[in-house]
């Protein structure tokens, strides 16, 4: 009882505070923003894609009637398939979901390998010009459309694209590599497409990092292993959650970089859901790939997240 007393409490101060420090009208117009984006935004599209996911895919004139009731046929459907399917499982499309699932994992994991060396320099240099510069190329190529930058790397990767060439020039193969079909192409472009999620989430972080702590451990003889294992990756562990959660959500979610740069057997879960609302018009059926997309990818961000003993607290840092 006392501790809920403490709990609330705290939220009073933290409230009043919060409304002290920006006026009583720029604060009712924050928690009017925020409330509008969480309900009409996220909330309510979402709850209204759930109660599509449990109905029959009718015609409009059925609709409301006897027949508009509640069904889990739509889950059904992913897991054994259509009622003339003879088999078992419905294999196609649970591998699809499989493969995605996966394929976003080792995007994220590629991601957090290329991006700490690079955020660590960035957040030890200090602000200096070189890594002012840095940061602002890094962030000029995201100034052009995403599809178009997709487009860009199916010509790099292509047969007779310029990686190609560069190989074959340089004798290191005798004969063009298929990238595309390889899935090469389709997870370097996912990778790129989300970098700067996965880099400035770490920058920010390990920019408050005090240096003297690492200076310290050197002449204290520890390594360079041993400083990061211990100092610098404990340090950066919210900001490395926070990238890693955006990167997977995102890349278990995209729907351009599949479709242009995937592969004739690298189908994508999003693109099942995007057949079954567009090609199949079967609103229903789509909006139950989708949740169970949605739930999947959020329950493996929360159980990662309690592996590693992070909180929603120490993301929003």
Request: net charge positive.
């Amino acid at each position: 009882m006392n501790e809920t007393v403490k709990h609330t409490a705290k939220k009073k101060v933290i409230f009043s505070e919060f409304f002290r420090n920006n006026g009583a009208v720029m604060g009712s117009l924050l928690f009017g923003l925020v409330g509008f984006w969480l309900i009409f935004l996220i909330l309510l599209p979402q709850l209204s894609m759930l109660d599509y996911s449990f109905r029959y895919n009718l015609p409009p004139a059925e609709v409301g009637g006897p027949k508009d009731v509640y069904t889990l046929s739509n889950y059904q459907h992913l897991l054994y398939g259509s009622d003339t399917s003879h088999q078992r499982y419905n294999s196609v499309d649970l591998k699809v979901f499989v493969r995605t699932i996966i394929a976003a994992i080792m995007v994220t994991v590629f991601n957090i390998l290329l991006c700490y060396p690079l955020a660590y320099f960035l957040g030890q240099s200090k602000g200096s010009g070189f890594v002012r510069l840095l940061v602002v190329l890094l962030i000029i190529p995201y100034w052009i459309n995403e599809i178009l930058r997709a487009f860009a790397l199916r010509i790099i990767f292509g047969d007779s694209g310029l990686l190609n060439d560069v190989l074959i020039f340089l004798h290191i193969t005798s004969e063009p590599i298929d990238f595309i079909r390889q899935d090469i192409a389709l997870y370097a472009g996912l990778g790129y497409a989300y970098i700067l999620l996965m880099l400035f989430p770490m920058y920010n972080v390990i920019e408050s990092l005090d240096r003297n702590q690492i200076e310290a451990a050197r002449d204290m003889g520890a390594s360079w292993v041993r400083i990061h294992r211990r100092i610098v990756i404990p340090h950066a562990k919210p900001g490395i959650v926070s990238g890693a959660t955006m990167v997977f959500m995102l890349s278990a979610g995209a729907l351009a970089a599949p479709q242009i740069l995937g592969g004739p057997s690298s189908l994508w879960f999003t693109q099942l859901v995007y057949q079954w609302f567009n090609d199949s018009l079967n609103w229903q059926q789509g909006a139950a790939y989708a949740m169970v997309l949605l739930v999947s990818t959020i329950t493996i961000v929360l159980t990662v997240m309690r592996i590693f003993k992070v909180n929603m607290g120490d993301i929003g840092k």
